[in-house]
């Protein structure tokens, strides 16, 4: 196994990527979330790992993660373990300031969520108590310059009292209509909606081993399935 490592991301840390950063006091420096890497591994394949994320605002907008791309094509797999969770997620082609596709991924507890190759992706607490998620996902590098060179991902996610509204943010030069969408089950991936089928369970045969953990490392051989029509459907 490898050697778990604990990653904190202090309420400071966040300022550059949130609505309105005036709203989170300077003395407020507690932990905004929590980053549990490294629990488990598929060797050479893929780690896992748990995020909890306090259910807190700054202002209207809603707890979230810093948001990140990869520095490559791989993939990520994401349980909610417990609360109510949307994923943003948006990718570029050639302008990271021109957005071409942005999604929320919809989830409460036991359902999953695949972030696609080349999407960028955070996680935002919409509940009312912590957000705990699993997930697994390849051995990657970070991006998280790019993100916080435009102040956040393409749309803030706001508490409008009675419902949730979304934000775009004005950083960017272009940034499209924004779709919701909800994870279909893949079996080809051995992934299924519902707390009896916890992704934890891909580690090893029969649910799952290193023929279900593949698509993780190696994404170009899953070309055709890894995609936003493949994956999910709109709701």
């Given at each position: 196994?490898?050697?778990?490592?604990?990653?904190?991301?202090?309420?400071?840390?966040?300022?550059?990527?949130?609505?309105?950063?005036?709203?989170?006091?300077?003395?407020?420096?507690?932990?905004?979330?929590?980053?549990?890497?490294?629990?488990?591994?598929?060797?050479?394949?893929?780690?896992?790992?748990?995020?909890?994320?306090?259910?807190?605002?700054?202002?209207?907008?809603?707890s979230k993660t810093f948001g990140h791309y990869h520095r490559g094509p791989q993939?990520?797999?994401?349980?909610?373990?417990?609360?109510?969770?949307?994923?943003?997620?948006?990718?570029?082609?050639?302008?990271?300031?021109?957005?071409?596709?942005?999604?929320?991924?919809?989830?409460?507890?036991?359902?999953?969520?695949?972030?696609?190759?080349?999407?960028?992706?955070?996680?935002?607490?919409?509940?009312?108590?912590?957000?705990?998620?699993?997930?697994?996902?390849?051995?990657?590098?970070?991006?998280?310059?790019?993100?916080?060179?435009?102040?956040?991902?393409?749309?803030?996610?706001?508490?409008?009292?009675?419902?949730?509204?979304?934000?775009?943010?004005?950083?960017?030069?272009?940034?499209?209509?924004?779709?919701?969408?909800?994870?279909?089950?893949?079996?080809?991936?051995?992934?299924?909606?519902?707390?009896?089928?916890?992704?934890?369970?891909?580690?090893?045969?029969?649910?799952?081993?290193?023929?279900?953990?593949?698509?993780?490392?190696?994404?170009?051989?899953?070309?055709?399935?890894?995609?936003?029509?493949?994956?999910?459907?709109?709701?």
């Amino acid at each position: 196994m490898m050697n778990p490592d604990v990653s904190q991301r202090m309420a400071q840390d966040m300022k550059p990527v949130l609505f309105q950063p005036k709203d989170l006091k300077t003395e407020n420096n507690d932990v905004f979330y929590t980053v549990y890497r490294n629990l488990g591994a598929v060797p050479e394949l893929a780690r896992y790992d748990i995020t909890v994320i306090p259910a807190r605002k700054v202002g209207q907008e809603f707890s979230k993660t810093f948001g990140h791309y990869h520095r490559g094509p791989q993939s990520d797999l994401y349980e909610v373990l417990d609360g109510h969770a949307y994923f943003l997620t948006q990718r570029y082609e050639n302008n990271p300031a021109d957005i071409k596709e942005a999604y929320i991924i919809e989830a409460a507890a036991g359902e999953k969520a695949v972030t696609p190759p080349n999407f960028a992706h955070l996680a935002i607490n919409i509940g009312d108590k912590d957000l705990v998620l699993a997930n697994w996902v390849g051995f990657v590098e970070y991006d998280y310059e790019t993100i916080k060179k435009y102040a956040g991902g393409c749309y803030y996610v706001l508490d409008g009292g009675n419902n949730i509204e979304f934000e775009k943010n004005p950083n960017y030069k272009s940034v499209p209509e924004l779709k919701k969408l909800k994870q279909r089950d893949i079996p080809e991936l051995g992934i299924k909606n519902g707390a009896e089928y916890p992704i934890w369970n891909l580690k090893t045969p029969p649910a799952g081993g290193p023929k279900k953990l593949d698509w993780l490392a190696h994404p170009e051989k899953y070309q055709e399935l890894l995609t936003i029509k493949n994956l999910y459907e709109e709701i």
